[in-house]
């Protein structure tokens, strides 16, 4: 059964630092990775996907997220945080040929000023 | 950008009554989903639905749920009896396509649903 471990429940940033937020996932085949992030009262945002090639990818808001199968990870970075960044935070793990998603739990990310 | 948009943003029901949640899925996109998070607790899938037939669901899917779509745009979540562990933000999305490295599922703002 395929799994996704977000180990950061909440994690604190000051503006303009650095972020990365990890995920490890657990998957028999080749999987298809995202990350989506939930501001407050929204909906779920795609903010990348992976899905096979170049293991480093480029999403939007400036976020980008390294696939690196011997750790079973795809970790998300922004090189330098903005206030708007602050929100919850999800990796999710599919099926190459099928069409359900698997969570991980989430990361609150909270910028201080 | 188009949306998935979902219907009420929130719901309150008495434990017992039955209650439909409504989805307006992207118009174009011909695979739809319902997902819900419990309060503190992970995103779960529910139920995926292609060619006026459901293609998965889980185990949490049981005969208290159904989804139908009844005319051209919209797809509903109807659960017969709710009880209060249903409680939770119930989020509907929809993709291009099954495959989902091509065509990603697309997520609506969710509704609320509390069960009192």
């Known amino acids: 059964a395929q799994s996704v471990t977000q180990p950061d429940i909440h994690i604190t940033v000051s503006e303009g630092a650095s972020l990365e937020l990890r995920c490890n996932y657990s998957y028999g085949a080749t999987p298809y990775l995202f990350w989506y992030v939930q501001s407050p009262g929204q909906g779920l945002q795609l903010l990348l996907k992976?899905?096979?090639?170049?293991?480093l990818v480029q999403g939007i808001k400036g976020f980008e997220a390294e696939f690196k199968r011997s750790q079973s990870s795809f970790n998300l970075r922004k090189p330098s945080v903005h206030w708007s960044d602050a929100a919850e935070y999800f990796c999710?793990?599919?099926?190459?040929?099928?069409?359900?998603?698997?969570f991980g739990g989430g990361t609150r990310v909270l910028v201080k000023p | 950008e188009p949306e998935v948009t979902q219907t009420p943003s929130h719901q309150v029901t008495q434990m017992g009554q039955e209650v439909i949640l409504r989805c307006v899925p992207i118009?174009?996109?011909?695979?739809f989903y319902w997902y819900r998070q419990i309060l503190g607790q992970k995103v779960e899938f529910l139920v995926s639905f292609y060619n006026n037939e459901i293609s998965e669901k889980s185990e949490i899917f049981d005969d208290q749920f159904s989804v139908e779509r009844p005319d051209g745009s919209n797809f509903t979540l109807k659960i017969r009896s709710t009880k209060l562990e249903d409680s939770a933000m119930y989020f509907c999305?929809?993709?291009?396509?099954?495959?989902?490295?091509?065509?990603?599922?697309?997520f609506g703002d969710g509704t609320r649903l509390s069960i009192l």
């Open positions: 999710a793990v599919g099926r190459a040929a099928g069409n359900k998603l698997t």
């Open positions: 992976y899905f096979s090639g170049d293991t």
């Open positions: 118009s174009n996109h011909l695979y």
């Open positions: 999305a929809s993709s291009a396509s099954g495959e989902l490295g091509n065509q990603p599922q697309h």
